[in-house]
C-alpha cells in the first residue's frame, strides 16, 4: 500500500552523518541499496515505551522520510509525535557500541535505556 510520501518537516527525528555512515556500512556489507533505516515508537519496556530500529523496503501510507546523507529514514505517523525533534547517532566507544536516540520528548527512561516516557 505505497502511496503519498512527506517530506520530514524541520521537527522530525534526524540522522547523524556518522550514523548515516554506519548504516551506509551495514546496507553495502549485505549487499543492499533498496532498504531505508525505520524507526517506531511501540508500547513495551519497564517504562512504557521503546523505540525499534530496523531496515525495512516498505514505504507506507503517512510515513515521513527524510534523506541524511543518502540514507532513507522512515518514521510511520503515529511515532511521528514522539520523534520530533529527536536525534539518532552511533557510538562507537570501549564502553558501548551502537545507535543512540537523544528524544527531547521523553521525560524520564528506566535504568536500563531500552524505554522511556
Do not use: W
Request: glycine share 10%; aromatic share 6%.
Amino acid at each position: 500500500m505505497t502511496s503519498e510520501i512527506t517530506e520530514a518537516p524541520p521537527t522530525a527525528a534526524t540522522l547523524t552523518e556518522v550514523a548515516a555512515d554506519k548504516v551506509k556500512s551495514l546496507l553495502e556489507a549485505e549487499g543492499r541499496d533498496d532498504l531505508n533505516l525505520r524507526i517506531q515508537v511501540q508500547p513495551g519496556g519497564c517504562s512504557g515505551l521503546r523505540y525499534q530500529l530496523y531496515f525495512d523496503e516498505r514505504k507506507l501510507d503517512g510515513d515521513i522520510v527524510a534523506d541524511f546523507n543518502g540514507v532513507g529514514l522512515v518514521v510511520d505517523r503515529m511515532s511521528a509525535p514522539y520523534l520530533g525533534g529527536a536525534t539518532i547517532d552511533f557510538v562507537d566507544t570501549i564502553e558501548k557500541q551502537g545507535f543512540t536516540i537523544d528524544n527531547p520528548n521523553a521525560t524520564g527512561s528506566c535504568a536500563c535505556g531500552d524505554s522511556f516516557h
